[in-house]
């Protein structure tokens, strides 16, 4: 808000009701009309006096705070947001790691386990339960007619 600016006296327009009356003519007239006391100094001892503007209004701050606390809660709200999803990623990787450790050991749990029945022994013991029996004789196959080939004969 700022103060109206000050117009002259002469500047005044006209008061409402009394045609072509100014307010400098009419104050000329109520000046007239008084009688001036003796005591009183006259115009010309009296030091002039002047019309002073209101003075301006000083701009409020609250606007200007509400806008820093609103940004510095906002800042804040970022902040606790991007913090809590780091952290609800870190138990994700943290959860994520301890899965692939245990699939790690079940992995090498599974291949000792396959080495171990693949054993020429534990092999010949399997077949054996099966029923198989081992040949006296060697024999090949030959894989372009399917035939069985006796040894020694290439």
Known sequence: ???????????APSRPGVPGQTRSSAAARA?????????????D???RLRA???PEQARSLAPFAWACILIILSALAAVLLLNTSMA?????????????????QERSALVTA???NSAPNLLADAA????????????????????VLEPGAG
């Open 1 to 11: 808000m700022s103060a109206a600016p000050l117009r002259r006296v002469q500047d």
């Open 31 to 43: 000046a007239t009309a008084r009688t001036a006391p003796a005591s009183r100094p006259t115009s």
């Open 45 to 47: 001892q009296r030091p």
């Open 52 to 54: 002073v503007g209101a």
């Open 88 to 104: 609800k990623g870190a138990y994700e990787r943290r959860d994520l790691k301890i899965e692939i450790a245990s699939l790690h």
């Open 114 to 116: 396959l080495e171990a």
């Open 128 to 147: 054996t339960d099966l029923g198989m029996r081992p040949h006296d004789t060697l024999r090949s196959v030959s894989l372009e007619t399917g035939a």
